[in-house]
């Protein structure tokens, strides 16, 4: 009894170093993290400006690009984004319509390849490996560009708040042509016409060009929101599970305290009963 404590006891101190370790690391990456993230929300706001955010246009070719953690351990911002993905597959799907998923992220993948294999087009992985940055994440908006056929990309991400709030956000990027569809409808993008423009690039291959890199930017700063979330929510899981094996440690100690206490109670009553025997 007292050595299946005492294991029990060792087992929960070596899972508390542990956890408090990982607590520490991801507060010392967050703060980095945290102004990298801030710094790039400057680059996709003048795209929604111009282009606009436009999550209720109707196509017909809807791609969703889930972004995840490569890494467990931290809550529940990777079962937010599937939730999230699923909820807008139902509603994007329909008889003339096509959903696929880009997942970014092996914990994102490992949940949606259960229910959703079919429909999964494109999955990419260790894109955190190294710190974040723009170039790299630009390759991997090429390589998806490139790789699926698309009217409207629809990135699913957890916004940063604040280390223990996070907000999951769609951004949607539309193709060129339906873009330049919905200008000459005269929809929310019908102001582009009002721009001017220099060289002798056609409105098409204009609006081409700013749809690509719109899409690396706003991927930019998804990657980078996610990963802060990603930061938060680990040191936050870290610092509840560092407590919860606190108080199971209390829990332990204290059982242990009392079978010692009795076994020392029951050995000094056999000792005391032995020698009243032997003088009686």
């Known amino acids: 009894m007292f050595s299946a404590v005492r294991n029990r006891m060792k087992s929960v101190k070596n899972i ?47 791609v969703i690009i889930t972004i995840s ?19 807008l597959h139902k509603i994007t799907s329909g008889p003339d319509k096509e959903t696929k998923y880009v997942i970014v992220g092996e914990k994102g993948k ?42 409207a990309l629809r990135i699913v991400f957890n916004k940063f708040r604040s280390v223990v709030q996070f907000i999951p956000t769609v951004t949607t990027v539309l193709s060129p042509e339906i873009v330049e569809r919905e ?22 291959e204009i609006l081409q060009n700013l749809a690509e890199f719109q899409f690396s930017c706003v991927l930019y700063s998804a990657a980078l929101e996610n990963a802060c979330s990603e930061l938060g929510a680990r040191m936050s899981a870290m610092d509840s599970s560092s407590r919860n094996a606190g108080q199971m440690l ?18 000094l009553i056999e000792i005391i009963s032995g020698a009243s025997a032997l003088t009686g």
């Open 16 to 62: 508390q170093k542990i956890t408090k370790a990982m607590k520490m690391v991801a507060a010392s990456k967050l703060r980095s993290a945290q102004v990298r993230t801030e710094n790039s929300r400057g680059l996709w706001q003048p795209f929604a400006a111009l282009l606009g955010d436009s999550p209720s246009v109707d196509v017909k070719k809807n």
């Open 69 to 87: 953690s490569d890494k467990g351990l931290c809550g529940g911002i990777n079962s937010t984004s599937v939730k999230f993905s699923k909820a």
């Open 110 to 151: 490992v949940q949606l390849v259960r229910h959703s294999k079919k429909d999964i087009e494109l999955t990419i992985a260790e894109v955190q490996k190294n710190p974040l940055n723009y170039t790299q994440v630009a390759v991997i908006a090429d390589h998806i560009l490139k790789n699926v056929e698309y009217d």
């Open 250 to 267: 209390d829990r332990l100690t204290l059982t242990y305290n009392r079978t010692r206490q009795a076994s020392i109670t029951t050995e």
């Open 183 to 204: 200008s000459e409808s005269g929809g929310k993008l019908g102001d582009l016409d009002s721009y001017e423009t220099e060289g002798a690039e056609t409105k098409g």
